[in-house]
């Protein structure tokens, strides 16, 4: 048994390989949502909205300082997105191509 520590926690080595294994996987899902989105399967991209939403009026919100321009900001890019999503090239890098969408929207209102 092979333990590591983190802070004050100790994990046994396969709980550390279950970690980075439940991160991938987490990574392949998202890839995978994101592809079927690009399909245009309206319900891939309803879970994206629904998995991106805070993180984009959290976002956006810190840029404009305002609830309803952030608000505001959030729907345009995730419009954006929407339109867009077929030129997305990775898709697993989405989380980062969503945050530019909506760094630019908040930035413009």
């Not at 520590?5 to 890839?31: N, T, W």
């Amino acid at each position: 048994m092979v333990l590591i520590c983190e802070g004050l926690q100790l994990y046994q080595f396969s709980e550390i390989i279950g970690k980075v294994k439940s991160y991938e996987h987490r990574a392949m899902q998202l890839a995978e949502v994101v592809t079927a989105a690009q399909a245009g399967d309206k319900e891939a991209f309803d879970q994206l909205v629904i998995q991106f939403q805070d993180m984009a009026y959290a976002s956006a919100y810190a840029i404009t300082g305002d609830s309803q321009l952030a608000q505001d900001a959030a729907q345009e890019a995730f419009l954006d997105a929407y339109q867009n999503l077929a030129q997305l090239r990775q898709p697993a890098a989405f989380p980062g191509w969503f945050s530019r969408l909506v760094f630019g929207r908040s930035h413009r209102l």
